[in-house]
């Protein structure tokens, strides 16, 4: 028996992770106190499992696993570049493109480690695993549209470069950005009220906008630099989903 046929397929993870999401769900439940963040922290962790297990099951080479760190360093030096400007930062665009130039698994990997990496300069906490799965889905939702042909994996025309930074800097401000405002609202609120979690998202409004305009401003100016260079290592070594 080879040593894939050991392991589980994705279909039984994905479904011990439903399976313990409700469990942390049912257990949290009974407690008191803000266990709540517990199992919103929990319930994150789990829906990334996957996502690390497909990468791994591919048996990335070890020069996809440099391109993968270059473009982690090249997306946490983007966002600590900006670190005089609070709120503007342009790593999701990183992401996004690193997700177009390799594939879904391998730019879902960019964001979640870039998240966790520069949250050694901009602090680590319990909103951690939020920021690693929302800056994960930039890379994944990104490179399954290039994975389908939505958006080309280099050579941007100016009408496709415009789209692109359009839909990357919609995506920050109305996917990425309330995923993280959503930690807010289990961090931050000792009881929900309607009242209570639309405050919280609408405080967040211009942070989003203003992550949304870094992210549209990056892809139109770089995107195509970046991308040509992506472009060049995947013919060279075929690192791609």
Known sequence: MSELSKKPSLGLVWVLVILAAAVTVAVGGTLRGKSYI?????????????????????????????????????AVAARAAFIWLPNFKPMAAIVMVAGVGFGPSAGFMVGALAALASGFIFGIGPWMPWQMLSFGLCGLVFGALAKRGAI??????????????????????????????????????STFTPEGV?????????????????????????????????????????LMD
């Open 152 to 189: 080309p994996r280099e050579g941007w025309s100016w009408k496709q470069k415009l789209a692109v930074s359009l839909g990357g800097g919609l995506f920050v401000l109305l996917v990425a950005g309330p995923l993280l405002d959503t930690s807010s609202v289990f961090l931050l609120l």
């Open 198 to 238: 639309a405050a919280l998202y609408l405080a967040g409004v211009p942070v989003n906008a203003l992550q949304g305009i870094a992210t549209f401003a990056t892809l139109f100016l770089v995107g195509n630099p970046i991308l040509d260079r992506l472009g060049r290592l995947r013919q060279k070594y075929g």
């Open 38 to 74: 517990v199992v919103s922290i929990l319930l994150v962790i789990y829906a990334m499992v996957p996502f690390f297990i497909s990468f791994e099951r591919r048996k990335p080479q070890a020069r996809e696993l440099v391109a993968v760190a270059v473009m982690v360093a090249l």
